[in-house]
């Protein structure tokens, strides 16, 4: 497993890669690893003869500097982690590496998406999202580049980005990977005690019954049932429980007739904020 810092090195060594016809996969992460990252490390050596892995916690997607400053960045165990799983290259920059003095001031025009759920939520946070994202796709340029499902919102944004640039770039989402129990990895889930954790578990029983149940009830009528799975276990700071349509995120009153639906959720557990979703169809 080759590890590099500098654009520059890396740029030379995937250069010589693609020359000899080698297809790229990359996957961006902000470190902390868990078996999420790992599953897509797995499908990405399924997807592409190379597979490149980011780590770098990205300043410009916190709009919280304490959000920035409590977030995980054991690098060795994700080393280590990455080797394990047969990763070919890891790309680990400075910040300084990644936002010159003299960097352009970015924005691209997301339109709603931008605007609601997480664009509402935390203002810029996919401006920054978009801005490092850019510039990983610009200095990889992967053939294919894979996300998780369970930061689905983020995925739209990232294929509008792709779109609105018009990079040959396909992008492959990932079913969330979840324990045993049903919980969401996330690298945040470290901060939550063994209680944080079992009482986290209602939001994928919450997930659960509308899905299984929203072809019997309204969809106001579901929304109430699964608000109050979570306020049974002790969840009342719930930032957002939506029901929409996959192609838009705007909500929807009715499933009938709709293609393709996602409900999305957002609540706090112990002061962390855990954020999930579910494809209904």
Same mark, same amino acid.
């Given at each position: ?26 996957? =961006? ?19 592409? @003869? ?13 709009? @919280? ?22 990763? @070919?290259?890891?790309?680990? =920059? ?5 936002? =010159? ?16 759920? %997480?664009? %509402? ?79 986290? !578990?209602? !939001?994928?029983?919450? !997930? ?16 109430? %049932? ?38 999305? !959720?957002?609540?706090?557990? %112990? ?11």
């Amino acid at each position: 497993m080759k590890i590099f810092k500098t654009k520059r090195e890396l740029d030379a060594y995937l250069l010589g890669l693609r020359n000899t016809g080698n297809t790229v996969a990359l996957v =961006p992460t902000m470190g902390a690893l868990h078996e999420g990252h790992l599953s897509l490390i797995k499908e990405a050596k399924m997807s592409a @003869d190379i597979v490149v892995c980011s780590i770098f916690v990205n300043p410009t997607q916190f709009n @919280d500097p304490e959000d920035l400053a409590k977030y995980p960045q054991p690098l060795d165990e994700d080393l280590h982690l990455l080797k394990a799983a047969n990763c @070919d290259i890891v790309f680990t =920059p400075t910040v300084s590496e990644m936002y =010159p003095s003299d960097d352009p001031e970015w924005h691209i025009d997301l339109g709603d998406l931008d605007k609601i759920w %997480e664009g %509402e939520k935390r203002p810029g946070h996919f401006q920054g999202v978009t801005q490092i994202v850019f510039k990983l796709f610009k200095l990889v340029e992967p053939d294919v580049a894979l996300f998780g499902q369970k930061d689905f919102q983020q995925v739209m944004v990232i294929q509008r980005m792709v779109e609105l640039k018009s990079l040959p770039v396909t992008i492959k989402i990932c079913p969330t990977v979840r324990d045993v129990h049903g919980l969401a990895l996330s690298s945040r889930n470290q901060r939550l005690t063994e209680s944080g954790k079992s009482q986290a !578990l209602a !939001l994928y029983k919450a !997930l659960n019954h509308i899905k299984n149940n929203i072809q019997q009830h309204s969809v106001a009528q579901i929304k109430k %049932e699964a608000l109050t799975i979570l306020q049974n276990e002790g969840i009342t700071e719930i930032e957002y429980l939506a029901i929409c349509r996959s192609s838009t995120l705007e909500e929807i009153e009715s499933l009938k007739g709709e293609d393709h639906a996602v409900v999305l !959720l957002v609540a706090w557990v %112990e002061g962390v904020r855990l954020i999930d979703n579910m494809i209904l169809r």
